[in-house]
Every structure is written in C-alpha cells, then in structure tokens.
T-cell receptor, first 113, second 114 residues
Framework: GENVEQHPSTLSVQEGDSAVIKCTYS??????FPWYKQELGKRPQLIID?????GEKKDQRIAVTLNKTAKHFSLHITETQPEDSAVYFC????????????FGKGTHLIIQP | GAVVSQHPSRVICKSGTSVKIECRSL??????MFWYRQFPKKSLMLMAT?????????EQGVEKDKFLINHASLTLSTLTVTSAHPEDSSFYIC??????????FGPGTRLTVT
C-alpha cells in the first residue's frame, strides 16, 4: 500500500517568513495530493490540493509543488501569520473519489511573533 | 455546500458496550464514505471505505467484526464500535465524496471508553 513520509515534524518560523513542509510518497499510482490544516479537536481543513497532471498550484500565500518522478510534493506558505499556527498534514490517494487518503504524520507549525 | 455532519460529537461509554456513530452528507449524495481514526497527537488512519449498498472494505489490521459499517443510503453511513475497550478511545472522523477527488470531512466524534 501507499506510504507517505512528512518532514519536519515541528517547524518554528518567525512571523512574516516562509515555511516549507515536504512529503514523499511510495505508490506511483497515486495521483491526488491534498494538504490539510488541523486545529486541536477539529476536522482537517483542506487548504490546497494538486493532481498529478500539474507540477505547481498556488492560492494566495499558499503553494504546492509536485515532482512525480521523485515522488515528492511540498507545501509553501509565504508571509506567515500567527493564525497559520496549526498541524499540517499531507496526504495521497489514487483519486477519483474511490480511494481513501494515506496521511503523513503531520507537521506542527509554530509562528513566532 | 458539501457539508458533512457527525453525531454524536462526544460519547463516553463503558467497556464492553457498543457505540454507534452517524455520518451524514447534508447537501450532496455521497457515493463513497470513508472512516478514519486519529489518536491524540497522531495522524489520521484510514479504517474503511464504504459504498452505498455494498459491504465496506476494511484496511489491513482493522477488525471488521469490531467496527461495523453500514452505508444504507447515499447520505448516511454508520460506524458501530462493538464491545468497546479503553484502547478504542479515539477521535473518529468520517469523510464523504460525490465521486470527485476532494473528500469532505465531518467534525469528528470523540469516543472515550471507561
């Protein structure tokens, strides 16, 4: 089955700086890669996703890049703000609505004021 | 749009009893629903995939006789934790999809077994 590795487990950055979280996956058949933000006791919130036919996607301060050959994808957050502090999870699936998600172990992002 | 609800949000039960958790898609028809479990400070782990009208597909290591899943309609899936034990205490989250890539997550159910 799919295996998703996520690094780092904890990331502390100064407010206004950029944050980068990296994930690798093992199954070359995976074609859907979402990123979630989760606050304590709440449901995961989709912040951005990318499909395998695209190398990069951006939404305001958030961007995701995908390297299918190397089987890795990254989340980039620019101009970080205190409200960005949370746990972030990457995930992978075969997509198409039929496959469940395999999640990375999560990154605790801490924005220092 | 794309709202998923779960009930109850929190439940405390005694060891040996069973607990049922409901997951509903409120404004769309969910062809597939998924059940995940999340232990404190851990990641989400897929437990099972359920399609309306058919038997659920369980992930390796998940006991199908302990975690009973029923997906009776396109808007409702239920997870019953049978003979619950303290080690089953966890955050159970469902998600639903209408056949597209994005999954819509419910708010989760915090189960505590005493």
């Amino acid at each position: 089955g799919e295996n998703v590795e996520q690094h780092p487990s904890t990331l502390s950055v100064q407010e206004g700086d950029s944050a980068v979280i990296k994930c690798t996956y093992s199954d070359s058949a995976s074609n859907y890669f979402p990123w979630y933000k989760q606050e304590l006791g709440k449901r995961p919130q989709l912040i951005i996703d990318i499909r395998s036919n695209v190398g990069e996607k951006k939404d305001q301060r958030i961007a995701v890049t995908l390297n299918k050959t190397a089987k890795h994808f990254s989340l980039h957050i620019t101009e970080t703000q205190p409200e960005d502090s949370a746990v972030y999870f990457c995930a992978a699936s075969g997509g198409g609505g039929a496959d469940g998600l395999t999640f990375g172990k999560g990154t605790h992002l801490i924005i220092q004021p | 749009g794309a709202v998923v609800s779960q009930h109850p949000s929190r439940v405390i039960c005694k060891s040996g009893t069973s607990v049922k958790i409901e997951c509903r898609s409120l404004d769309f028809q969910a062809t597939t629903m998924f059940w995940y479990r999340q232990f404190p400070k851990k990641s989400l782990m897929l437990m099972a995939t359920s399609n309306e009208g058919s038997k659920a597909t369980y992930e390796q290591g998940v006991e199908k006789d302990k975690f009973l899943i029923n997906h009776a309609s396109l808007t409702l899936s239920t997870l019953t934790v049978t003979s619950a034990h303290p080690e089953d205490s966890s955050f159970y989250i469902c998600s639903a999809t209408s056949g597209r890539y994005e999954q819509y997550f419910g708010p989760g159910t915090r189960l505590t077994v005493t």
